[in-house]
């Protein structure tokens, strides 16, 4: 599995931006997708995670602000980020396992990761 993401960039604090994930190879019906965002000196966070059958999870610091969606067509993840924060600023990192969920946002739960699309707030 090849995890692509891309629609970072740099956005004033208020803004938002959506990231995208473009997900190549097999995961099957009860996989597991999820966005982390990390920080240099700082442990990778879950940001928010969905499943196979749709459920989905949001860290409490982005809920309400974060929304993660998926086009399952285009093996698609998606990240819609609103009123961001100077605090958002981090590597946006996507991640997939073919397993079951037994945490969308953690961290242990994945195998494959993307190489991560970069978001600055000002």
């Known amino acids: 599995v090849q995890l692509v993401e891309s629609g970072g960039g740099s956005v004033q604090a208020g803004g938002s931006l959506r990231l995208s994930c473009e997900a190549s190879g097999y995961l099957g019906s009860g996989y597991c997708m999820a966005w982390f965002r990390q920080v240099p000196g700082k442990e990778r966070e879950g940001v928010a995670g969905?499943?196979?059958?749709?459920?989905?999870e949001h860290a409490n610091s982005t809920k309400g602000r974060f929304i993660i969606s998926q086009d399952n067509d285009k093996n698609t993840l998606y990240l819609q980020m609103n009123s961001l924060k100077p605090e958002d600023t981090a590597m946006y990192i996507c991640?997939?396992?073919?397993?079951?969920?037994?945490?969308?946002?953690?961290?242990?739960?994945?195998?494959?990761w993307g190489q991560g699309t970069q978001v600055t707030v000002s």
């Open positions: 991640a997939a396992d073919p397993g079951l969920c037994g945490g969308m946002i953690l961290s242990r739960q994945y195998d494959y």
């Open positions: 969905v499943d196979g059958y749709g459920d989905t």
